[in-house]
């Protein structure tokens, strides 16, 4: 019984069932997300614990070590590390990609509690973990700068008008400020005025404690109304910190401005940031997972005109770096690649079946095959990326030897006088096992790809599913639509109706298959010089296997350069940014990697001369 006879003796509803696959795919099309590479979520949590005034062995000694043995006894913990700084500890924990990560945020908890006996008894805060996906970088990063507001406020600006619209725009993740500009009272103590008072840092530590509290108040109890104290007690100014009493000396008191200079500044001094040459707050904007990075960054831009609307005019609003330039460059490069592999397959099609009905049935069916896919990618939640989009260009060789053996066996029957129709059933009938054997043998070889495991494995599931769910949609295809368009389209064709395209190729044809006649019957000739050269080529195979360079992927220039800089201890702040701002001039106006390279290496020589010189002053000292 062929498995085909049914689609070929009701056109129409082969026909509807078509159309209504190629809807379903053309709609999935257009909601699967884009992204440069398969969704891959790495099960890793960060544990971040602060003890400001510690210095990093202290870090290291009474919070890190403390918290990793007790992280140690975690179960699918693959990987840990740690950076113990001055007065942050931070350890990431990277699990097994087959753990489940919220079980593992449970584990994570447990330990925390588990150290806490171990940790030092003035934290002022326990320790914080979060879910991180470190291959999860900004899809979108702003600068707001300003020439008249300080950058405090520019910063309060960003936290309160601008990172709380863009974080209920949909698709968008975790929006992140820094340049270390966030507001706050700074108190540089004097010590010889503190001691000439008999004070201690510790009372000044006490008196703004004291101070700078928002507790309850309490209620007031009346006999017939009741009165909650409302009271806030919270300093945010150094206008208002300077009248704090620390203490009373010979019965005066002893006020904060007296023994401390105080002054409006920032949390973090030694932290900076700059867009070019100008000093600037960063926006570093993250997507959901699965989100459509493409749209959401469209909606992103959309929405900047609006914002910088509503800020002061002195504020400056600017596109920093945008991920989706290089995505969208390269998922249409692979489009027109897979739009012009499937133009190129129906014109060889054309020129060996010199046919254009028979032509037109594998150009509806290869396109039909590849639009059906999508179908299937978005109920299994994959995206169009890279590796997606190389597999459907792959799969149009495939997809299209379906169509051609089908075509190929119904014609050979209309050629020997069987009617379409007659001719469709019996081909199709006859070739339908053939279809079946060549969609198994071609999945078969995805095996291996489909159980693959660690990174490499999720990264490269979705391009082996897709190929194997791209052939399976044509082994459809090609068992009810190709033989119920053959059954329709085709006819038999007598020599003087074949065209003059088919008669002028003929002759070529002819003599191409004769060639390949002859070079068969020498290559049986020469049988041992034929086995000598497949072993030759196997072995070359090997070697060259061996000496090709290997890599996780292939290295994409992206126009982006990214430069980390270190400095001796002894090297102020100042200096380091006077340094950065010296490597941004030389991007700005070279714009040339040979300066860039020289630069860096008159600063590598800097560096080791200065550390000579530090060495040399410790040598004296002892």
């Keep these: ?337 897979l739009a012009l592999t499937i133009v190129l397959v129906v014109i060889v099609i054309f020129f060996f079946l010199r046919n254009l009905r028979a032509t037109f049935i594998p150009s509806v069916a290869v396109p039909l095959s590849i639009v059906g896919t999508f179908g299937v990618m978005y109920l299994l939640g994959y995206s169009l990326n890279n590796l997606t989009l190389m597999a459907l260009t792959i799969s149009t060789g495939f997809v299209v030897d379906d169509a051609i053996v089908m075509i190929e066996n119904i014609d050979r029957y209309l050629e020997a006088g069987d009617s379409p129709l007659d001719a469709a059933l019996k081909g199709s009938g006859q070739i339908g096992f053939t279809i079946v054997s060549l969609t198994v043998s071609l999945i078969a070889v995805l095996i291996p790809l489909l159980f693959m495991g660690d990174i490499v494995g999720r990264l490269f599931r979705e391009f082996a599913v897709t190929l194997a769910v791209t052939i399976l949609v044509s082994a459809g295809v090609s068992l009810s639509l190709t033989p119920m368009m053959c059954a329709k389209l085709l006819k038999h064709r007598k020599e003087g109706e074949k065209g003059r395209f088919y008669e002028v190729t003929e002759d070529y044809y002819n003599r191409v298959i004769a060639f390949y006649g002859r070079t068969v019957k020498w290559v049986l000739k020469h049988q041992t010089a034929t086995l000598f050269v497949t072993f030759g080529t196997l072995v070359l195979t090997l070697v060259l296997y061996v000496v090709v360079p290997k890599g996780f992927f292939p290295v994409q220039d992206t126009g982006v350069i990214l430069g980390i800089s270190e400095a001796p201890d002894n090297i102020s702040f100042d200096a380091m940014s006077r340094r950065q701002q010296e490597l941004a001039k030389v991007i700005l106006q070279d714009k040339d990697v040979e300066s860039l390279s020289s630069f860096y290496r008159r600063g590598r020589d800097e560096h080791d001369s200065q550390q000579r010189a530090h060495s040399d002053q410790l040598e004296a000292a002892r």
């Design 1 to 337: 019984m062929s498995p085909s006879k049914l689609f070929i003796v009701r056109p129409v509803a082969t026909t509807l069932l078509m159309v209504g696959v190629l809807l379903v795919g053309w709609v999935a099309f257009l909601q699967l997300p884009v992204s440069a590479l398969p969704e891959v979520d790495y099960p890793t949590i960060q544990v971040v614990t602060f003890y400001p005034g510690a210095d990093p062995e202290v870090m290291a000694s009474s919070v890190t070590s403390p918290l990793e043995r007790q992280f140690g006894q975690v179960p699918g913990l693959t990987q840990m590390t740690s950076t113990s700084s001055y007065g942050s500890s931070v350890i990431t924990l990277q699990f097994a990609l087959d753990q489940n990560i919220d079980v593992e945020e449970q584990q994570v908890q447990a330990a925390v509690n588990a150290a806490a006996t171990f940790l030092p008894a003035d934290l002022p805060n326990p320790p914080i973990y979060n879910k991180v996906n470190p291959a999860d970088s900004p899809i979108l990063t702003l600068a707001m700068s300003s020439d008249s507001l300080a950058l405090s406020k520019v910063e309060d600006l960003a936290d309160t008008a601008l990172a709380q619209k863009i974080s209920q725009l949909p698709g968008v993740g975790l929006v992140s400020i820094s340049g270390g500009q966030k507001p706050a009272v700074r108190v540089q103590v004097n010590p010889t005025a503190l001691a000439s008072y008999g004070l201690s840092l510790e009372d000044v530590r006490t008196a703004l404690a004291e101070a700078n509290v928002d507790q309850a108040k309490g209620v007031i109890d009346g006999a017939r109304q009741s009165y909650t104290i409302g009271a806030n007690d919270q300093l945010f100014l150094a206008s208002q910190y300077k009248p704090i009493v620390v203490s009373y000396h010979n019965g005066a008191p002893v006020r904060l401005s007296d023994v401390a200079n105080v002054f409006d500044g920032t949390e973090n001094n030694l932290l900076a940031a700059w867009m070019n040459q100008t000093p600037a707050v960063i926006v570093n904007i993250q997507r959901q997972p699965g989100a459509n990075i493409i749209s959401v960054v469209d909606r992103i831009k959309k929405l900047l005109p609006q914002l910088q609307a509503s800020l002061p005019s002195a504020v400056k609003v600017q596109i920093l770096t945008d991920r989706t330039t290089t995505i969208r460059a390269s998922v249409k490069d692979v489009e027109f690649e």
